[in-house]
Protein backbone atom coordinates (compact mmCIF):
# COMPACT_ATOMS: atom_id res chain seq x y z
CA UNK A 1 0.00 0.00 0.00
CA UNK A 2 1.41 3.58 -0.59
CA UNK A 3 1.13 6.42 1.32
CA UNK A 4 -0.13 10.17 -0.55
CA UNK A 5 2.93 12.68 -0.47
CA UNK A 6 3.01 14.96 2.86
CA UNK A 7 4.66 18.54 3.75
CA UNK A 8 7.14 18.50 6.66
CA UNK A 9 4.48 19.04 8.50
CA UNK A 10 2.32 15.79 8.45
CA UNK A 11 3.19 12.98 10.32
CA UNK A 12 4.25 9.97 8.30
CA UNK A 13 2.56 7.80 11.29
CA UNK A 14 -0.84 9.53 10.83
CA UNK A 15 -2.34 6.62 8.99
CA UNK A 16 -0.87 4.05 11.65
CA UNK A 17 -4.32 2.83 12.21
CA UNK A 18 -5.44 2.09 9.25
CA UNK A 19 -2.44 -0.33 8.55
CA UNK A 20 -2.69 -1.50 12.05
CA UNK A 21 1.06 -1.12 12.46
CA UNK A 22 2.69 1.98 14.42
CA UNK A 23 5.60 3.44 13.59
CA UNK A 24 7.59 2.62 16.35
CA UNK A 25 5.71 5.25 18.81
CA UNK A 26 2.04 5.28 19.98
CA UNK A 27 -0.14 7.24 17.91
CA UNK A 28 -3.51 8.76 17.96
CA UNK A 29 -6.56 7.17 16.64
CA UNK A 30 -7.74 7.64 13.59
CA UNK A 31 -10.39 10.57 14.32
CA UNK A 32 -12.69 10.58 10.92
CA UNK A 33 -13.71 8.70 7.88
CA UNK A 34 -13.45 10.28 4.63
CA UNK A 35 -16.44 8.48 1.83
CA UNK A 36 -15.54 9.46 -2.36
CA UNK A 37 -18.23 8.98 -4.29
CA UNK A 38 -16.87 8.35 -7.83
CA UNK A 39 -17.81 7.68 -11.44
CA UNK A 40 -16.27 4.10 -10.94
CA UNK A 41 -18.35 1.31 -9.73
CA UNK A 42 -17.07 1.60 -5.76
CA UNK A 43 -17.29 4.14 -2.74
CA UNK A 44 -13.76 4.65 -1.10
CA UNK A 45 -12.93 5.13 1.98
CA UNK A 46 -9.70 6.66 3.60
CA UNK A 47 -8.76 7.69 7.02
CA UNK A 48 -8.30 11.39 7.72
CA UNK A 49 -6.28 13.16 10.95
CA UNK A 50 -8.75 16.40 11.41
CA UNK A 51 -5.90 17.79 13.54
CA UNK A 52 -2.69 17.33 10.74
CA UNK A 53 -4.93 17.07 7.54
CA UNK A 54 -3.21 14.03 6.91
CA UNK A 55 -5.36 11.97 4.51
CA UNK A 56 -4.58 7.84 4.51
CA UNK A 57 -4.63 5.91 1.27
CA UNK A 58 -7.84 4.73 -0.17
CA UNK A 59 -9.64 1.57 -0.45
CA UNK A 60 -12.71 -0.05 -1.66
CA UNK A 61 -15.73 -0.05 0.86
CA UNK A 62 -18.54 -1.32 -0.73
CA UNK A 63 -19.61 -1.44 -4.96
CA UNK A 64 -22.72 0.28 -6.78
CA UNK A 65 -22.49 1.42 -10.33
CA UNK A 66 -21.37 4.96 -10.35
CA UNK A 67 -21.95 6.46 -6.96
CA UNK A 68 -21.64 9.73 -8.13
CA UNK A 69 -23.16 11.45 -4.97
CA UNK A 70 -23.31 10.87 -1.41
CA UNK A 71 -25.64 11.96 1.94
CA UNK A 72 -25.10 10.78 5.80
CA UNK A 73 -27.73 9.82 8.11
CA UNK A 74 -28.05 12.61 10.65
CA UNK A 75 -26.83 9.84 13.16
CA UNK A 76 -23.88 9.60 11.47
CA UNK A 77 -23.87 5.69 11.21
CA UNK A 78 -25.65 5.01 7.68
CA UNK A 79 -24.13 6.43 4.39
CA UNK A 80 -26.49 6.85 1.39
CA UNK A 81 -25.18 6.92 -2.31
CA UNK A 82 -27.51 7.12 -5.80
CA UNK A 83 -26.04 5.30 -8.53
CA UNK A 84 -26.88 2.78 -11.55
CA UNK A 85 -28.74 -0.25 -12.03
CA UNK A 86 -27.82 -2.88 -9.94
CA UNK A 87 -24.16 -4.28 -8.97
CA UNK A 88 -22.78 -4.24 -12.52
CA UNK A 89 -23.66 -0.13 -12.84
CA UNK A 90 -24.40 -1.55 -16.68
CA UNK A 91 -28.49 -0.03 -16.75
CA UNK A 92 -29.31 3.19 -16.89
CA UNK A 93 -31.89 3.03 -14.25
CA UNK A 94 -31.02 5.00 -11.13
CA UNK A 95 -30.75 3.36 -7.38
CA UNK A 96 -30.34 4.50 -3.80
CA UNK A 97 -28.35 2.39 -1.66
CA UNK A 98 -28.09 2.63 2.67
CA UNK A 99 -24.87 1.34 4.19
CA UNK A 100 -24.20 0.83 7.56
CA UNK A 101 -20.77 2.41 9.19
CA UNK A 102 -18.75 0.70 11.07
CA UNK A 103 -17.67 3.58 12.84
CA UNK A 104 -14.06 1.71 13.93
CA UNK A 105 -12.92 0.14 10.85
CA UNK A 106 -14.47 2.51 8.10
CA UNK A 107 -16.49 -0.55 6.73
CA UNK A 108 -19.56 -0.54 4.61
CA UNK A 109 -22.26 -3.09 5.31
CA UNK A 110 -25.65 -2.64 2.56
CA UNK A 111 -28.84 -2.51 4.43
CA UNK A 112 -30.62 -2.40 0.79
CA UNK A 113 -31.71 -0.32 -2.05
CA UNK A 114 -34.88 1.64 -3.44
CA UNK A 115 -35.51 2.70 -7.05
CA UNK A 116 -34.96 6.52 -7.29
CA UNK A 117 -37.34 5.81 -10.91
CA UNK A 118 -35.34 7.88 -13.15
CA UNK A 119 -32.40 8.01 -15.13
CA UNK A 120 -29.46 9.89 -14.30
CA UNK A 121 -29.52 9.72 -10.23
CA UNK A 122 -27.62 12.47 -9.55
CA UNK A 123 -28.27 13.52 -6.07
CA UNK A 124 -29.06 12.41 -2.94
CA UNK A 125 -30.35 14.44 0.70
CA UNK A 126 -32.01 13.51 3.85
CA UNK A 127 -34.07 15.67 6.02
CA UNK A 128 -33.46 16.16 9.81
CA UNK A 129 -35.44 14.14 11.26
CA UNK A 130 -34.68 10.68 8.86
CA UNK A 131 -37.48 9.81 7.56
CA UNK A 132 -37.21 10.90 4.01
CA UNK A 133 -34.40 10.45 1.29
CA UNK A 134 -35.02 12.79 -1.73
CA UNK A 135 -33.03 12.03 -4.75
CA UNK A 136 -32.76 13.81 -8.30
CA UNK A 137 -32.92 12.31 -11.69
CA UNK A 138 -30.45 14.57 -14.07
CA UNK A 139 -31.79 12.36 -17.11
CA UNK A 140 -35.40 11.72 -16.78
CA UNK A 141 -36.06 15.29 -15.21
CA UNK A 142 -37.81 14.06 -11.70
CA UNK A 143 -37.86 14.50 -8.02
CA UNK A 144 -38.44 11.55 -5.76
CA UNK A 145 -38.75 10.74 -2.44
CA UNK A 146 -38.39 7.30 -0.13
CA UNK A 147 -38.84 7.20 3.60
CA UNK A 148 -36.30 5.94 5.31
CA UNK A 149 -37.08 2.96 8.20
CA UNK A 150 -36.20 3.92 11.88
CA UNK A 151 -33.04 1.81 11.52
CA UNK A 152 -31.85 3.94 8.83
CA UNK A 153 -32.79 1.28 5.52
CA UNK A 154 -35.23 2.58 2.75
CA UNK A 155 -38.61 1.65 2.23
CA UNK A 156 -40.20 2.17 -1.53
CA UNK A 157 -40.49 5.21 -3.34
CA UNK A 158 -43.58 7.63 -2.38
CA UNK A 159 -43.30 10.89 -4.80
CA UNK A 160 -42.31 11.28 -8.32
CA UNK A 161 -42.61 14.69 -9.16
CA UNK A 162 -41.90 15.34 -13.07
CA UNK A 163 -40.24 18.76 -14.13
CA UNK A 164 -41.16 20.45 -17.22
CA UNK A 165 -39.79 23.14 -19.42
CA UNK A 166 -36.64 24.31 -20.92
CA UNK A 167 -34.35 27.65 -21.20
CA UNK A 168 -32.29 29.27 -23.47
CA UNK A 169 -28.95 27.75 -23.61
CA UNK A 170 -29.22 25.54 -27.00
CA UNK A 171 -27.18 22.46 -25.82
CA UNK A 172 -27.66 22.21 -22.42
CA UNK A 173 -31.63 23.80 -21.69
CA UNK A 174 -33.86 21.66 -23.94
CA UNK A 175 -35.61 19.64 -21.42
CA UNK A 176 -35.40 19.43 -17.12
CA UNK A 177 -32.69 18.54 -15.61
CA UNK A 178 -32.88 18.76 -11.74
CA UNK A 179 -29.57 18.75 -10.66
CA UNK A 180 -30.42 18.85 -6.25
CA UNK A 181 -32.25 18.20 -3.85
CA UNK A 182 -32.14 20.58 -0.99
CA UNK A 183 -33.86 20.90 2.50
CA UNK A 184 -34.65 23.21 3.86
CA UNK A 185 -33.19 24.47 7.56
CA UNK A 186 -36.79 24.27 8.50
CA UNK A 187 -37.45 20.70 7.30
CA UNK A 188 -41.04 21.69 5.96
CA UNK A 189 -39.52 22.06 2.07
CA UNK A 190 -37.31 20.60 -0.34
CA UNK A 191 -35.79 22.75 -3.13
CA UNK A 192 -34.50 21.33 -6.13
CA UNK A 193 -32.21 23.76 -8.73
CA UNK A 194 -33.58 23.09 -12.15
CA UNK A 195 -30.61 23.11 -14.74
CA UNK A 196 -32.28 23.02 -17.94
CA UNK A 197 -35.41 25.14 -16.99
CA UNK A 198 -33.29 27.99 -15.15
CA UNK A 199 -35.80 27.69 -11.59
CA UNK A 200 -35.81 26.53 -8.46
CA UNK A 201 -38.50 24.14 -7.66
CA UNK A 202 -39.98 24.29 -4.37
CA UNK A 203 -42.01 21.53 -2.68
CA UNK A 204 -43.92 20.99 0.48
CA UNK A 205 -42.54 17.34 2.25
CA UNK A 206 -44.49 15.82 4.71
CA UNK A 207 -41.88 14.14 6.97
CA UNK A 208 -44.37 11.28 8.14
CA UNK A 209 -45.44 9.75 4.51
CA UNK A 210 -42.51 11.29 2.94
CA UNK A 211 -45.07 12.94 0.32
CA UNK A 212 -43.88 15.89 -2.04
CA UNK A 213 -46.71 18.68 -3.01
CA UNK A 214 -45.67 21.17 -5.70
CA UNK A 215 -45.86 24.44 -4.01
CA UNK A 216 -47.97 26.99 -6.47
CA UNK A 217 -46.54 28.59 -9.31
CA UNK A 218 -44.60 31.09 -9.93
CA UNK A 219 -40.89 29.09 -8.99
CA UNK A 220 -38.14 31.06 -8.71
CA UNK A 221 -36.47 31.95 -12.03
CA UNK A 222 -33.13 32.29 -12.36
CA UNK A 223 -31.13 34.37 -14.76
CA UNK A 224 -31.69 33.03 -18.31
CA UNK A 225 -28.93 30.30 -19.33
CA UNK A 226 -27.83 30.73 -15.67
CA UNK A 227 -27.96 26.79 -15.12
CA UNK A 228 -28.59 26.51 -11.11
CA UNK A 229 -27.07 23.30 -9.87
CA UNK A 230 -26.12 22.72 -6.47
CA UNK A 231 -27.42 25.37 -3.57
CA UNK A 232 -26.53 25.60 0.65
CA UNK A 233 -27.99 26.88 3.66
CA UNK A 234 -26.51 29.37 6.07
CA UNK A 235 -26.40 28.18 9.59
CA UNK A 236 -28.89 31.29 10.52
CA UNK A 237 -31.00 29.30 8.33
CA UNK A 238 -32.29 32.94 6.60
CA UNK A 239 -29.51 32.82 3.71
CA UNK A 240 -29.36 30.80 1.02
CA UNK A 241 -26.52 30.33 -1.91
CA UNK A 242 -27.16 28.96 -5.26
CA UNK A 243 -24.12 28.25 -7.80
CA UNK A 244 -25.29 28.47 -11.16
CA UNK A 245 -23.00 25.83 -13.80
CA UNK A 246 -23.38 27.54 -17.45
CA UNK A 247 -22.73 31.24 -16.04
CA UNK A 248 -20.26 30.48 -13.04
CA UNK A 249 -22.11 32.33 -10.43
CA UNK A 250 -23.23 32.55 -7.46
CA UNK A 251 -26.85 33.95 -6.41
CA UNK A 252 -27.79 35.12 -2.63
CA UNK A 253 -31.25 34.53 -1.74
CA UNK A 254 -33.04 35.17 1.47
CA UNK A 255 -35.58 32.84 2.71
CA UNK A 256 -38.51 33.06 4.17
CA UNK A 257 -39.54 30.27 6.86
CA UNK A 258 -42.38 29.02 7.08
CA UNK A 259 -43.71 29.84 3.13
CA UNK A 260 -40.60 28.57 1.24
CA UNK A 261 -39.94 31.46 -0.58
CA UNK A 262 -36.82 32.25 -1.79
CA UNK A 263 -35.80 36.06 -2.54
CA UNK A 264 -33.16 37.16 -5.00
CA UNK A 265 -30.39 39.71 -3.32
CA UNK A 266 -27.13 39.20 -5.37
CA UNK A 267 -25.54 37.70 -8.17
CA UNK A 268 -21.60 37.38 -7.98
CA UNK A 269 -19.16 35.78 -10.50
CA UNK A 270 -16.95 32.61 -9.60
CA UNK A 271 -14.32 33.96 -11.95
CA UNK A 272 -11.80 37.35 -11.98
CA UNK A 273 -12.79 40.25 -14.14
CA UNK A 274 -11.90 39.44 -18.01
CA UNK A 275 -11.54 35.85 -17.73
CA UNK A 276 -9.90 34.70 -20.53
CA UNK A 277 -9.02 30.90 -19.89
CA UNK A 278 -10.71 27.77 -20.58
CA UNK A 279 -14.14 26.97 -20.54
CA UNK A 280 -15.85 27.13 -17.38
CA UNK A 281 -18.67 25.60 -15.33
CA UNK A 282 -19.24 25.33 -11.90
CA UNK A 283 -20.40 22.40 -9.46
CA UNK A 284 -20.18 22.96 -5.71
CA UNK A 285 -21.25 25.75 -3.48
CA UNK A 286 -20.57 25.02 0.71
CA UNK A 287 -20.89 27.80 3.33
CA UNK A 288 -18.25 27.44 6.25
CA UNK A 289 -19.03 25.61 9.56
CA UNK A 290 -18.33 29.29 10.71
CA UNK A 291 -20.72 30.89 9.06
CA UNK A 292 -18.13 33.51 7.88
CA UNK A 293 -17.12 32.41 4.11
CA UNK A 294 -18.61 30.44 0.86
CA UNK A 295 -16.38 28.60 -1.27
CA UNK A 296 -17.52 27.41 -4.87
CA UNK A 297 -15.82 25.23 -7.32
CA UNK A 298 -14.94 26.20 -11.07
CA UNK A 299 -14.28 23.17 -13.63
CA UNK A 300 -12.38 24.61 -16.80
CA UNK A 301 -10.60 27.08 -14.58
CA UNK A 302 -10.06 24.25 -11.55
CA UNK A 303 -10.57 26.93 -9.17
CA UNK A 304 -11.94 26.76 -5.64
CA UNK A 305 -13.84 30.86 -5.42
CA UNK A 306 -13.85 31.97 -2.30
CA UNK A 307 -15.62 34.58 -0.48
CA UNK A 308 -16.50 36.62 2.19
CA UNK A 309 -20.34 36.83 3.78
CA UNK A 310 -21.23 40.14 4.93
CA UNK A 311 -23.10 39.28 8.33
CA UNK A 312 -25.56 41.83 7.75
CA UNK A 313 -27.17 40.70 4.67
CA UNK A 314 -25.08 37.53 3.41
CA UNK A 315 -23.80 39.60 0.43
CA UNK A 316 -20.88 37.99 -0.51
CA UNK A 317 -17.47 39.44 -1.82
CA UNK A 318 -14.58 37.88 -3.39
CA UNK A 319 -11.18 36.48 -1.39
CA UNK A 320 -9.56 35.21 -4.09
CA UNK A 321 -9.70 32.00 -6.73
CA UNK A 322 -7.21 29.10 -5.57
CA UNK A 323 -6.09 26.13 -8.15
CA UNK A 324 -7.35 22.88 -6.97
CA UNK A 325 -4.00 20.74 -7.87
CA UNK A 326 -6.16 18.78 -10.39
CA UNK A 327 -8.97 18.84 -13.24
CA UNK A 328 -12.50 19.23 -13.12
CA UNK A 329 -13.21 19.94 -9.45
CA UNK A 330 -16.75 18.12 -9.33
CA UNK A 331 -17.14 18.15 -5.59
CA UNK A 332 -15.56 19.50 -2.43
CA UNK A 333 -16.19 19.41 1.17
CA UNK A 334 -15.21 20.90 4.42
CA UNK A 335 -14.21 19.18 7.51
CA UNK A 336 -16.46 19.71 10.40
CA UNK A 337 -14.29 21.61 12.23
CA UNK A 338 -13.93 23.57 9.58
CA UNK A 339 -9.80 23.53 9.11
CA UNK A 340 -9.65 21.69 6.12
CA UNK A 341 -10.64 21.45 2.35
CA UNK A 342 -10.65 18.13 0.62
CA UNK A 343 -11.23 18.87 -3.53
CA UNK A 344 -12.10 16.19 -5.85
CA UNK A 345 -10.66 16.77 -9.27
CA UNK A 346 -12.76 14.11 -11.36
CA UNK A 347 -10.99 13.83 -14.59
CA UNK A 348 -7.51 13.70 -12.60
CA UNK A 349 -8.75 11.15 -10.68
CA UNK A 350 -7.24 13.03 -7.57
CA UNK A 351 -7.95 14.51 -4.13
CA UNK A 352 -6.25 17.46 -2.28
CA UNK A 353 -6.10 18.30 0.79
CA UNK A 354 -5.95 22.23 1.71
CA UNK A 355 -6.22 23.86 5.10
CA UNK A 356 -8.29 26.96 5.88
CA UNK A 357 -7.42 30.21 7.77
CA UNK A 358 -10.69 30.62 9.64
CA UNK A 359 -9.97 33.53 10.50
CA UNK A 360 -9.69 35.19 6.62
CA UNK A 361 -11.27 32.18 4.65
CA UNK A 362 -8.14 31.59 2.79
CA UNK A 363 -6.76 27.88 1.48
CA UNK A 364 -3.34 26.59 1.55
CA UNK A 365 -2.48 23.08 -0.29
CA UNK A 366 -0.79 21.04 2.14
CA UNK A 367 0.85 19.22 0.06
CA UNK A 368 -1.42 15.77 0.89
CA UNK A 369 -2.66 14.28 -1.68
CA UNK A 370 -4.95 10.64 -2.75
CA UNK A 371 -5.53 8.81 -5.73
CA UNK A 372 -9.43 7.80 -6.25
CA UNK A 373 -10.71 7.02 -9.87
CA UNK A 374 -13.11 9.82 -10.99
CA UNK A 375 -13.46 11.50 -7.42
CA UNK A 376 -16.99 12.99 -7.50
CA UNK A 377 -18.06 13.24 -4.19
CA UNK A 378 -16.61 13.52 -0.62
CA UNK A 379 -18.24 13.14 2.67
CA UNK A 380 -16.87 13.09 6.60
CA UNK A 381 -17.83 10.82 9.28
CA UNK A 382 -16.79 10.87 12.91
CA UNK A 383 -14.99 7.87 13.63
CA UNK A 384 -15.43 5.43 16.47
Same mark, same amino acid.
Given at each position: ??? =???????????????????? $???????????????????????????????? $?????????????????? =?? @??????????????????????????????????????????????????????????????????????? @????????????????????????? &????????? /??????????????? $???????????? +?? /?????????????? *?????????????????????????????????? +?? !????????????????? @??????????????????????? $??????????????? &??????????????????????? !????????????????????? !???????????????? *??????? *???
Amino acid at each position: MSF =PKRSGTFATCAVAVWLAAGC $GEETDPVQRWVYFGTGADHIYVSPFDAESGAL $GAPREAARIGRPGFLALH =PR @GEILYAVGRDGEQGTGFTGEAAAYAIDLGTGNLTELNRASTSGRGASHVAVNGEATVLAAVNYGDGNTVTV @GVQPDGSLGEPVSDMPHAGSSVHPT &RQGEPHPHS /ANFTPDGLFVIVPDL $GTDELVTYSVDP +QT /AELERTPDPQVRME *PGSGPRHMTFHSNGRWAYVINELASTVAVMHYRP +QA !GQLEHVQTISTLPEEYD @GPANTTAEVLVHPNGRFLYGSNR $GSNTIAVFSIDPGDG &RLEAVERVPTGGDWPRNFRLSPE !GRFLLVANQRSDSVHVFAVDT !GTGRLSPTGVSVTVPS *PMCVRFV *PAG
